[in-house]
């Protein structure tokens, strides 16, 4: 809600960020046998490091294990995702007009 907020300005460019981060197929060490689609924290860390938390690992106990294990924060990647899709809607509208303006379309 606009009331909950300020400073609100157009978000820069996403277009760079997300074109590099990759999108893999994997499946997970334990647990689950079919194959995913998603992104490797470490990987994203290297393209965009605010979309990355570490969340401290625990044994069944709920025990500190001493070590984390990254996260990507998908939600806000969403937000990320729609920015570059308005970003290329544009390209692709201005495209458009040059080719009818040229009468190739």
Do not use: C
Not at 23 to 52: C, D, M, W
Not at 62 to 81: E, F, I, P
Not at 97 to 103: E, F, K, M, N, P
């Amino acid at each position: 809600d606009i009331k909950l907020k300020e400073n609100v300005v157009d978000a820069n460019s996403q277009w760079a960020d997300l074109k590099a981060l990759r999108v893999r197929n994997y499946n997970f060490k334990e647990g689950q046998t079919h194959r995913q689609i998603g992104l490797v924290a470490q990987e994203v860390e290297q393209v965009s490091p605010g979309l990355v938390y570490e969340t401290p690992d625990r044994d069944d106990d709920g025990n500190d294990l001493g070590t984390t294990t990254k996260v990507v924060q998908y939600s806000v990647r969403y937000m990320k995702a729609v920015k570059a899709l308005q970003e290329a809607m544009e390209r692709i509208e201005t495209l458009e007009q040059r080719l009818s303006d040229a009468g190739i379309a």
